[in-house]
């Protein structure tokens, strides 16, 4: 099936023939032409080469190249202020239990950082009692 849309985007979005748009996305004219004629389906690696050759969108090349559907590009731009609370909500919770298995996993060769070593007894209290006193000014 001729990927005539695909085609008629490219065309008329570059002032190009098929084969000046191959060689400015650097791929194989034969190739680009047996894609738009539906003899070979369009490949995410084409159409990257084309938004990167010519310049092109890269959403709407791969919709029209029909790797994704007009609502899939419909939200590949939303940013994270079209997303509702639930939507926000779940991403964090997702967020957290990859964090949650990343953190449960051992680690190996770790080495002990400045941070981790051990405050003398009497210094750790000394601190503490300077920042009670800090606290009390302010109040």
Same mark, same amino acid.
């Given at each position: ?20 748009? +191959? ?8 190739? !680009?032409? =047996?894609?738009?004629? #539906?003899?070979?389906?369009? *490949? ?38 079209? +997303? ?8 964090? !919770?997702? =967020?957290?239990?990859? #964090?949650?298995?990343?953190? *449960? ?35």
């Amino acid at each position: 099936m001729r990927n005539s849309d695909f085609e008629h985007y490219l065309l008329t979005n570059t002032d190009l023939n098929r084969r000046q748009i +191959a060689l400015k996305a650097g791929i194989n004219p034969s190739t !680009l032409t =047996r894609q738009l004629n #539906g003899d070979i389906s369009a *490949s995410f690696d084409t159409v990257l080469a084309l938004h990167r050759g010519v310049g092109l969108p890269l959403i709407p090349l791969l919709m029209h190249s029909g790797l994704i559907t007009e609502s899939e590009a419909k939200n590949a731009g939303r940013g994270v202020t079209a +997303a509702t609370d639930v939507e926000l909500a779940r991403e964090i !919770l997702r =967020r957290a239990e990859q #964090g949650r298995k990343a953190m *449960s996993e051992p680690l190996d060769n770790v080495t002990q950082g400045p941070w981790e070593t051990e405050i003398p007894q009497g210094a750790a209290a000394r601190r503490n009692r300077k920042a009670k006193k800090g606290i009390e000014k302010d109040n």
